[in-house]
């Protein structure tokens, strides 16, 4: 089985910034793309942004400019480094994994999510 444990998600005012850490652990074999997505009261989840094995990165245009996705991948991590916040980045954030338990087989693995709030 595997885990994905989040942390780093708090309280900040406007245009300061916080950065989310999400470790997968279990019995994996590699992970493919690593991705943040937020869920604000009332609405659907969407992308913020993801990383692929190879480094490469898309980001909602909403953050773009603001926030970094980058991954450590000798420590099964993910990070998301988020600057300039602003009210509407308030929001749950789940960390999501593509990940290889097997040579062949690989699965979609969620976070339990973390609470930012930004204060006006």
């Known amino acids: 089985q595997v885990q994905l444990v989040e942390s780093g998600g708090g309280l900040v005012q406007a245009g300061g910034s916080l950065r989310l850490s999400c470790a997968a652990s279990g019995s994996l074999f590699s992970i493919n793309d690593m991705a943040w997505y937020r869920q604000a009261p009332g609405k659907q989840r969407e992308l913020v942004a993801v990383?692929?094995?190879?480094?490469?990165?898309n980001y909602a245009d909403s953050v773009k400019g603001r926030f970094t996705i980058f991954r450590d991948d000798a420590k099964n991590t993910v990070y998301l480094q988020m600057n300039s916040l602003k009210p509407e980045d308030t929001a749950v954030y789940y960390c999501?994994?593509?990940?290889?338990?097997?040579?062949?087989?690989?699965?979609?693995?969620w976070g339990q999510g973390t609470q930012v709030t930004v204060s006006s």
């Open positions: 990383i692929s094995s190879s480094g490469g990165t």
């Open positions: 999501n994994a593509d990940v290889r338990v097997q040579m062949y087989v690989s699965y979609s693995y």
